[in-house]
């Protein structure tokens, strides 16, 4: 929300027009930028929103780099088109009796922390109560099971978040608009005590059935599409290369190899079993992102300025007086080593640490699959 404090007053100041702001924690507010949306046919999840005109902007690099260029063009604009007109509605809908929503959600999710503001104001109705469940705990995954065998919900949308359920009926990802929530309370109130009974064990049951039908060979065609890596063919195609350039023998490129693969799949199994998830669980909470992007965007900042830097001297020839690079006898003791000692367990080790890395580097490119 920083952008609202220092570059909207300046626009303000140049372009001269009034800012409204809404609390989306308030529901009627929120209603407010459904409808807006609605009426725009615009929708995003990145937070604060700011709507000119026929134009809506959503988080603030959007604002950043687009509001001034349209407000710009709207000041030039001769005759300006009269506004779209936004219905609001006047009063909320009636919720008799106490409702209890189930929310699944995963941290980090951008779709969640958007509805985590229409969840607040809902909240602070009187008669909704919303129970948030994260579905990285496995309990949860188990729940969440369970009430979707009660309302039916189809086997590839489940573990699909965000989903609410309640009664005898789910909405899930884009379909979550307060309205659908009331439209979903209203239907299936007089089946709201549904879920009151589960059966946690054919929960269970049912994931393991499901994973049962993974059959070896769909497996293993999955992972040879995941294979087909070319961060990882580069890596290992280097190493081939540099190891033929200085004579080493087929046995150690075959080391050499073998090592990476298993390095490849070792990564891939820490990825498997937690530590991918760990990651993910820890930067869905606000604070750890804040201070994980944070420290990110210093160093990138720091190293960006030396980079910026060292440009200039390297311009000048001055190529002593860079700061990011090894020290001088540092790198000839590297370049002699690489000519003369090029050894089995060192070739082993640096390929081992290269496949860790790339694994994990490139995950998010091509271990969607995965």
């Known amino acids: 929300m920083d952008i609202l404090l220092s570059d909207i007053p300046k626009l ?3 372009y001269t027009f009034t800012l409204k702001k809404y609390d989306i924690d308030l529901l009627a507010n929120y209603q407010l930028l459904e409808r807006m949306e609605q009426a725009l046919g615009q929708t995003g999840d990145d ?26 063009y709207l000041a030039n604009r001769q005759q300006k088109e009269p506004p779209k007109p ?10 008799t009796g106490r409702i209890q929503l189930h929310y699944f959600f995963q941290p980090g999710c951008q779709e969640c922390s958007r509805l985590d503001a229409m969840f607040n104001s809902l909240a602070k ?10 579905i990285f705990d496995d309990t949860n995954k188990v729940l969440l099971e369970a ?3 009660k309302v039916f919900m189809p086997q590839e949308q489940r573990l699909l978040v965000p989903i609410v359920i309640f009664g005898g009926g789910y909405l899930i990802k884009e379909d979550i608009t307060t309205d659908n929530i009331f439209a979903l309370i209203k239907e299936h109130q007089i089946s709201k005590h549904v879920t009151d009974s589960l059966d946690v064990g054919a929960a269970e049951k049912s994931i393991l059935q499901r994973f049962d039908r993974f059959s070896l060979l769909g497996i293993m065609f999955a992972g040879l599409l995941d294979g087909v890596n070319p961060c990882a063919f580069a ?12 004579g080493r023998r087929r046995r150690d490129i075959i080391f050499m190899a073998v090592s990476f693969i298993a390095a ?9 079993v937690g530590a991918y998830s760990l990651l993910n669980y820890l930067v869905g909470y606000d604070v750890v992102a804040k201070i994980i992007f944070l420290c990110f965007g210093v160093i990138a900042l720091i190293l960006g300025l030396l980079s910026l830097r060292d440009f200039i001297y390297a311009r000048q020839g001055a190529y002593g007086k860079m700061i990011l690079q090894l020290p001088l006898g540092i790198k000839q003791r590297i370049h002699r080593d690489i000519k003369e000692r090029t050894a089995v367990r060192g070739i082993i080790f640096g390929s081992f640490i290269a496949g860790l890395i790339v694994s994990f580097l490139e995950f998010g490119c091509t271990g969607q699959i995965y």
């Open 47 to 72: 937070l604060p929103v700011i709507f000119i005109d026929d134009s809506a902007f959503y988080g603030p690099e959007e604002i950043y780099e687009k509001m001034d260029d349209v407000l710009k």
């Open 235 to 246: 890596t290992i195609i280097f190493f081939v290369s540099y190891l033929l350039f200085i």
């Open 125 to 134: 109705t009187d008669s909704i109560v919303i129970v948030r469940y994260s």
């Open 12 to 14: 303000q100041a140049k």
């Open 86 to 95: 936004v219905l609001v509605k006047d009063t909320l809908p009636v919720v």
């Open 147 to 149: 009430l979707s065998e």
């Open 264 to 272: 490849v799949f070792i990564a891939y199994f820490l990825i498997g």
